[in-house]
Structures are given as structure tokens and as C-alpha cells.
């Protein structure tokens, strides 16, 4: 480290990235010495971001300047008692100043409504991911952080006292470098786009799932294996993900297909395989992805659905594919649509409009309404009406990765945690780290992202200062 001038270097560009940069960059202004801020990314510029170039990026706040009052207890919930408490604590605490901190940098916000659910209110940057990537890293620009793409990090540096005195680096011409530095901020994602990690943590076939997003194959987990190589301790659940169901046939962004519930799923041969009414979407996407993926012949299920569909109002906002769905005047016509055995799928569609015995009038698409099937195997537990209104639809769907819950413990500072306490210099913030349990809270990971990306950039200068003048 440059007793002069530490130098903090930060992984990755997306929200955790640049609000650790600029963050490091304001509490670092006017003090002496001066901190030198860089952040590198693997990706050329244009790609870079990650995941967040490509997220709608709905955050879970009753209104930009708070949280709703059960927003903790609903995240320890969701963990099944796993979240650390602290963390989710300083969450909820931080977050209302960060989303002021992020409107004083241009970035303005509004509350959509959340695909087709009623429930906890979300707030959106208007213009999504791209927006926050394009204000963050224009404010990074002019507060002085140098940004440097194709930088890929190889190897933490540590010294004899166990703290981390620099980062080796690779160029795109395969160079190698080690640049000293006072502290490192890994915002590096996770390892969705890393297919050796996957099968290894996620079990075989988790290789070949689809990537959400284009900007997901740079999450390769390196930045996990180079905070483990250092003695960091690995926390969440590393066999989690979340996944969504998205079009098979789409080459966007995110193609979602959230409509499901509303009618019927059916793998290749005709057959029901899930629940599609346990809950409203953003409570079974996760398992029904993961069901689509490991438990169906040739990981390809299919969304079938009625003419009633065009009757819920706003139905658009649930499908995101640029794809227009199968249609066909009859059930049989769609089979020989989609490939599907037509004898099987109009006997699954037969009993399933033979269970459909709740009064259609109870039908609400936005809560669950507890219209159930009577005697289907697998249950549908709420939207059940029957499939008798031609048009009829269908979507391919198959499960997409958009990130990983195993990781790098960290605390509520956003330092990355040894076995015996931080590890000297290093801190870590967004998918990296291992905080997320059995299912990912709804709407928090590009919140929590922002919120200890800012507090891992504070956190590293104040370090630096102190190690300056011990």
C-alpha cells in the first residue's frame, strides 16, 4: 500500500460496485491522504453491470423513504430463521437514506405495480437497472473513480498480518498485475454463470440452465474462491438460486411468463406435474423453475391457458416475452402445436375442468383467492377455472438462473468475515455474498446490493484512514 496514497480497489460495476466506488469516493473527498478509488470489471464496457444492466430492479419499500414495519420479521420468515439479524436490521435501517442518496445522483423512482399481486408495495428506479448503472457510474466518473473493463481479478494479496495489501489483476491481452491497495470491495455476483460451480453446488444438470440475462454469464464466482483462498468463511445456502420460468423460444432479456397460475402447466407428455396455484408467483417461481428444470422430460414444460386470460386486466405486465404465445382454435390443435401427445393433453385438460368445481365468480387474479380444485393430483390450490373458452394458448417454458445464494459471509459492515472475525481490509456486498436461504425475499437483492454497496465503500476508507494513522 502506498503510505501516501492507500488505494481501494473495487470488483465488479454493477449496483453493489459503483455505490461501494461512489460511496468511497464522497467519504473520501477532502481527506488526508487522499484514498485513490478503482473499480474493475471483467466485462467490456457496453456488457458490463452484470445483472443489473438487465433488472427491472424492484425494491421492497413501502414508499422511497421507508420500509414497511414488518420488513424484517418477513425476511428472517423467509430464511426459515437463518438471516442474520443484524444484517436485515441495518438493511432496513439504511435503506430509506440510500434511495435518497441515489435521487440526489439523478435517479428517480416510482411504485409500479408488481406484475399481477396485491401485497407489500415495491418502489422502481424509473427505467430500471440500466438507469441506476448509467446515473452511479456517471457520478463514480466525475467523483474520480477510475474504471477500468476487461480487468479480470485472479488473486487476493495478503500480508504477514493477515490483511490484504493488494489485488493481481489480469488484462485482456493476459498480462498479469499486482496493484497494491489499503482495501478491497468484491461486488463481484455470484457464480450463475459459472457451469462446473453449478453442478458442483447445485447438482448435475444445473449446468445447462439458461441464464437470465445476458450480463449473468460474468457472475463466474471468482470473486467467492478468491475471498475463500484467503481464509473467508462460506455462508448461505449454496445450493439455492433463484430462477424464474421464462419463454423457451425467446432470445431477450428475462422473457418471463407469469401468467401460469392462471390456467394449467403440462410437461412434454401431456402431464400436470405442479401446483400452479400454491401461491402467487413470486412465491413459486423458484420451485416451479427448478421443477421445470430437474424434474421434466427434456427440462421444457408448457403454459396452457384460456381466451379468459385476456380478461384479467393488465395481464401484459405478467409476460415479458417478445413471443406471442401457440394459439389454436381447440385442445388438440394446440397439442400438435407445441409437440405434445393430443390424446393425453385433452385428458388432462378434461380433468382438470372436471375438478374445476368453485364458483368463477370468486376468480382474482392479484390475491389468492382459494378457487381449488376438487381431487387433481397434483392440487391446484387457487385460480381454478376451467379451460373452455377457445382461443387457446400455450407458452414453452423452461427455467432460468438470475443468481445464486452460496457465498462469502460478511457482517452488518459489510466486511467479509474469517473464522475468527474480518478479514483485515476486505469487504463484500450484492450476490457474492451468502445471505439468502431456501428461497430469495422478494424484491430485496437490488435493494441490499445498493444498501452495503454503499456501506463495503464507506467501510474501506474509514479502514484505510485508520490503518494510515495506527
Same mark, same amino acid.
Given at each position: 500500500m502506498n503510505a501516501a496514497s492507500p488505494t481501494i480497489i473495487v470488483v465488479g460495476s454493477g449496483a453493489a460496485g459503483l455505490a461501494a466506488a461512489l460511496a468511497a469516493a464522497e467519504t473520501a473527498r477532502g481527506q488526508t491522504p487522499a484514498c485513490r478509488i478503482m473499480l474493475i470489471d471483467r466485462a467490456p464496457q457496453g456488457q458490463h453491470g452484470g445483472n443489473t444492466r438487465w433488472s427491472p430492479s424492484y425494491m421492497r419499500m413501502a414508499a422511497p423513504d421507508r420500509v414497511a414495519p414488518s420488513f424484517e420479521e418477513e425476511l428472517c420468515e423467509v430464511s426459515g430463521g437463518r438471516a442474520d439479524r443484524d444484517y436485515v436490521r441495518r438493511l432496513a435501517r439504511e435503506a430509506p437514506a440510500t434511495i435518497a442518496w441515489l435521487m440526489g445522483h439523478g435517479i428517480a423512482f416510482d411504485t409500479p405495480v408488481y406484475y399481477l399481486s396485491a401485497g407489500q408495495p415495491r418502489i422502481q428506479p424509473v427505467g430500471g437497472g440500466i438507469a441506476v448503472l448509467r446515473e452511479l457510474e456517471r457520478a463514480a466518473l466525475e467523483a474520480g473513480v477510475a474504471i477500468s473493463y476487461e480487468r479480470t481479478a485472479q488473486r487476493l494479496a495478503v500480508g504477514r498480518d493477515g490483511a490484504i495489501e493488494g489485488l493481481e489483476v489480469r488484462h485482456a491481452d493476459g498480462t498479469r498485475e499486482l496493484v497494491g491497495a489499503g482495501a478491497v470491495v468484491l461486488a463481484a455476483g455470484g457464480f450463475a454463470g459459472n457451469p462446473e460451480m453449478l453442478a458442483r453446488h447445485l447438482g448435475p444438470g444445473a449446468e445447462t440452465l439458461r441464464l437470465?440475462?445476458? !450480463?449473468? #454469464?460474468?457472475? *463466474?464466482?471468482?470473486?467467492?474462491? @478468491?475471498? +475463500? *483462498? &484467503?481464509?473467508? #468463511?462460506?455462508? !448461505?445456502? =449454496?445450493?439455492? @438460486?433463484?430462477?424464474?420460468?421464462?419463454?423457451? %423460444?425467446?432470445?431477450?432479456?428475462?422473457? &418471463?411468463? +407469469? &401468467?401460469?397460475?392462471?390456467? @394449467?402447466?403440462?410437461? %412434454?407428455?401431456? %402431464? #400436470?406435474?405442479?401446483?400452479? !396455484?400454491? !401461491? +402467487?408467483?413470486?412465491?413459486? =417461481?423458484? %420451485?416451479f423453475a427448478r421443477a421445470i428444470h430437474f424434474a421434466t422430460p427434456g427440462g421444457i414444460a408448457y403454459a396452457i391457458l384460456d381466451a379468459k386470460l385476456f380478461d384479467i386486466a393488465g395481464y401484459e405486465r405478467a409476460v415479458r416475452s417478445e413471443v406471442p404465445p401457440h394459439t389454436a382454435g381447440s385442445i388438440a390443435g394446440l397439442a400438435s402445436l407445441i409437440g405434445v401427445p393430443a390424446d393425453a393433453l385433452q385428458r388432462t385438460v378434461a380433468d382438470y375442468n372436471t375438478a374445476a368445481t368453485g364458483d368463477p365468480a370468486g376468480f382474482d387474479a392479484t390475491r389468492a383467492d382459494g378457487l381449488a380444485a376438487a381431487g387433481l393430483s397434483p392440487p391446484k390450490s387457487n385460480w381454478c377455472r376451467a379451460l373452455d373458452r377457445p382461443p387457446f394458448l400455450a407458452y414453452p417454458l423452461v427455467g432460468a438462473i438470475a443468481y445464486t445464494f452460496g457465498g462469502v459471509a460478511t457482517n452488518a459492515a459489510a466486511e467479509v468475515l474469517g473464522r475468527g472475525g474480518p478479514i483485515p481490509g476486505l469487504f463484500a456486498a450484492g450476490e457474492i455474498t451468502g445471505h439468502f436461504h431456501g428461497t430469495a425475499p422478494n424484491a430485496v437483492a437490488m435493494l441490499r446490493a445498493l444498501v452495503f454497496g454503499r456501506i463495503a465503500g464507506g467501510g474501506a476508507v474509514a479502514y484505510c484512514q485508520r490503518r494510515q494513522h495506527s
Amino acid at each position: 500500500m502506498n503510505a501516501a496514497s492507500p488505494t481501494i480497489i473495487v470488483v465488479g460495476s454493477g449496483a453493489a460496485g459503483l455505490a461501494a466506488a461512489l460511496a468511497a469516493a464522497e467519504t473520501a473527498r477532502g481527506q488526508t491522504p487522499a484514498c485513490r478509488i478503482m473499480l474493475i470489471d471483467r466485462a467490456p464496457q457496453g456488457q458490463h453491470g452484470g445483472n443489473t444492466r438487465w433488472s427491472p430492479s424492484y425494491m421492497r419499500m413501502a414508499a422511497p423513504d421507508r420500509v414497511a414495519p414488518s420488513f424484517e420479521e418477513e425476511l428472517c420468515e423467509v430464511s426459515g430463521g437463518r438471516a442474520d439479524r443484524d444484517y436485515v436490521r441495518r438493511l432496513a435501517r439504511e435503506a430509506p437514506a440510500t434511495i435518497a442518496w441515489l435521487m440526489g445522483h439523478g435517479i428517480a423512482f416510482d411504485t409500479p405495480v408488481y406484475y399481477l399481486s396485491a401485497g407489500q408495495p415495491r418502489i422502481q428506479p424509473v427505467g430500471g437497472g440500466i438507469a441506476v448503472l448509467r446515473e452511479l457510474e456517471r457520478a463514480a466518473l466525475e467523483a474520480g473513480v477510475a474504471i477500468s473493463y476487461e480487468r479480470t481479478a485472479q488473486r487476493l494479496a495478503v500480508g504477514r498480518d493477515g490483511a490484504i495489501e493488494g489485488l493481481e489483476v489480469r488484462h485482456a491481452d493476459g498480462t498479469r498485475e499486482l496493484v497494491g491497495a489499503g482495501a478491497v470491495v468484491l461486488a463481484a455476483g455470484g457464480f450463475a454463470g459459472n457451469p462446473e460451480m453449478l453442478a458442483r453446488h447445485l447438482g448435475p444438470g444445473a449446468e445447462t440452465l439458461r441464464l437470465i440475462s445476458p !450480463g449473468t #454469464r460474468f457472475n *463466474a464466482g471468482d470473486g467467492i474462491e @478468491m475471498a +475463500l *483462498a &484467503v481464509g473467508a #468463511r462460506p455462508a !448461505g445456502d =449454496w445450493s439455492g @438460486m433463484h430462477a424464474e420460468p421464462i419463454d423457451a %423460444r425467446s432470445k431477450g432479456s428475462a422473457p &418471463v411468463v +407469469l &401468467v401460469y397460475p392462471y390456467g @394449467m402447466v403440462v410437461d %412434454r407428455t401431456g %402431464r #400436470r406435474f405442479f401446483d400452479e !396455484g400454491a !401461491g +402467487l408467483v413470486h412465491e413459486t =417461481w423458484e %420451485r416451479f423453475a427448478r421443477a421445470i428444470h430437474f424434474a421434466t422430460p427434456g427440462g421444457i414444460a408448457y403454459a396452457i391457458l384460456d381466451a379468459k386470460l385476456f380478461d384479467i386486466a393488465g395481464y401484459e405486465r405478467a409476460v415479458r416475452s417478445e413471443v406471442p404465445p401457440h394459439t389454436a382454435g381447440s385442445i388438440a390443435g394446440l397439442a400438435s402445436l407445441i409437440g405434445v401427445p393430443a390424446d393425453a393433453l385433452q385428458r388432462t385438460v378434461a380433468d382438470y375442468n372436471t375438478a374445476a368445481t368453485g364458483d368463477p365468480a370468486g376468480f382474482d387474479a392479484t390475491r389468492a383467492d382459494g378457487l381449488a380444485a376438487a381431487g387433481l393430483s397434483p392440487p391446484k390450490s387457487n385460480w381454478c377455472r376451467a379451460l373452455d373458452r377457445p382461443p387457446f394458448l400455450a407458452y414453452p417454458l423452461v427455467g432460468a438462473i438470475a443468481y445464486t445464494f452460496g457465498g462469502v459471509a460478511t457482517n452488518a459492515a459489510a466486511e467479509v468475515l474469517g473464522r475468527g472475525g474480518p478479514i483485515p481490509g476486505l469487504f463484500a456486498a450484492g450476490e457474492i455474498t451468502g445471505h439468502f436461504h431456501g428461497t430469495a425475499p422478494n424484491a430485496v437483492a437490488m435493494l441490499r446490493a445498493l444498501v452495503f454497496g454503499r456501506i463495503a465503500g464507506g467501510g474501506a476508507v474509514a479502514y484505510c484512514q485508520r490503518r494510515q494513522h495506527s
